[in-house]
């Protein structure tokens, strides 16, 4: 059995490639917000010990998320192996999920990190701005407005919220990347980090993981480009 970890920031593309490479490799795409959602769904004792934290607004501590994520082992869609998305997201996650690995003769075979720089992630995912009139949807990169803050379907003016403001963006990433990075430099020790440049486009992003997973991480291998 199989068990990788994709490691990225928000914006990085990381559920999309976990997507792609469990389809391509016959695993298992684990993530954490829906191995809650099922634990919670199949009211198993893990799941109701979740909710209770959930349903405080808390978060659910390490020891049930790891259970959880046993669980979903055990399962048997599980057989070949699992891609974990979002979890460990901390260092004493990441050893903790050691620990629980070796128990059962297993471990992380590699940590598949998807790097995107911070400027890029900010204008990923500060370019929404919306329609004052109806809500319409754009995106500077993906979907921009004919004409730059109107609305093309009803002439409005277009604003963004709080949450997608390069600035806001910004400081949510300072809050979010030392973690990752500290989980990063977990694996590396570990000598079962892959880093991959995540600015390239998502197919070629999918064949350097492939790559990497095809020829077994060994101490200090990396193949950022
Ligand atoms: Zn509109």
């Given at each position: 059995?199989?068990?990788y ?5 928000p ?8 997507d792609?490479l469990a ?5 298992v ?8 959602r099922?634990?919670v769904r199949?009211?198993?004792a ?10 405080r607004g808390?978060l ?8 959880m ?6 399962r ?5 192996g699992?891609i974990l998305d979002?979890?460990p997201?901390t ?9 629980a ?12 990190y998807?790097?995107v720089?911070?400027d890029?992630l ?6 929404r701005w919306?329609?004052r009139a ?5 995106n500077?990169a993906t979907h ?9 379907a ?6 963004q919220?709080d949450?997608?403001?390069?600035e806001t963006v910004?400081?949510r ?14 694996y590396t020790t570990r000598?079962s980090?892959?880093?991959?440049d995540g600015?390239q ?18 101490p ?6």
């Amino acid at each position: 059995m199989k068990v990788y970890v994709m490691i990225g920031a928000p914006g990085a593309g990381k559920g999309t490639q976990a997507d792609i490479l469990a389809e391509r490799l016959g695993l298992v795409h684990v993530a954490s917000g829906d191995l809650f959602r099922d634990a919670v769904r199949n009211d198993t004792a893990l799941g109701r010990e979740a909710r209770r934290y959930m349903e405080r607004g808390a978060l659910v501590p390490d020891p049930v998320v790891i259970g959880m994520i046993e669980e979903r082992l055990s399962r048997p869609d599980a057989a070949a192996g699992i891609i974990l998305d979002g979890f460990p997201r901390t260092r004493p996650q990441a050893e903790a999920l050691d620990a629980a690995l070796e128990r059962r003769g297993s471990r992380v075979d590699a940590a598949l990190y998807v790097g995107v720089p911070e400027d890029e992630l900010v204008k990923r995912l500060s370019g929404r701005w919306l329609c004052r009139a109806s809500g319409h949807v754009y995106n500077e990169a993906t979907h921009p407005p004919l004409v730059a803050g109107v609305c093309d379907a009803d002439g409005s003016e277009l604003y963004q919220r709080d949450d997608d403001r390069p600035e806001t963006v910004r400081a949510r990433l300072e809050q979010q990347l030392p973690p990752m990075y500290e989980v990063i430099d977990h694996y590396t020790t570990r000598g079962s980090l892959v880093a991959v440049d995540g600015a390239q486009p998502v197919e070629t992003v999918t064949e350097a993981l492939l790559r990497a997973i095809a020829h077994p991480a060994r101490p200090g291998r990396s193949e950022a480009a």
